[in-house]
């Protein structure tokens, strides 16, 4: 998944239901080199799926929430991206090989 990231020309966070400590880690492993920024839940003081956690994503970018692609593994926040009007991929490991190319990159 990291090379993916690498990969995709498009500007990405990384969203995330754990507390500050595991949130640094996931930063300082994948986001450091590539991501915008983390939304943590324990920083943030709420979590997917509830809707705070998307409305703050969705006030710092700024962008319309149809702009706005969650890429997630839990099937309660991909509904809650969905209610909110972002576009959505469920990721498991069926739909895995097709996420290189909903992002417009090689495999």
């Known amino acids: 998944m990291t090379a993916w990231a690498s990969a995709c020309a498009l500007p990405g966070v990384i969203a995330t239901n754990n507390d500050h400590h595991r949130a640094g880690f996931i930063w300082q492993v994948l986001g450091a080199h590539r ?3 983390i939304f943590a ?3 943030m003081g709420v979590k997917k799926p509830d809707p705070g956690f998307y409305a703050e994503i969705e006030a710092w970018s700024g962008v319309a929430p149809s702009d706005i692609l969650l890429i997630d593994d839990a099937e309660k926040n991909i509904k809650a991206a969905l209610a909110r009007g ?5 990721f498991t490991d069926e739909t895995r090989a097709e996420l ?4 417009g990159i090689d495999a």
């Open 35 to 37: 991501f915008q920024r």
């Open 41 to 43: 839940s324990g920083p």
């Open 86 to 90: 972002w576009r959505v991929f469920h």
């Open 100 to 103: 290189p190319e909903l992002l």
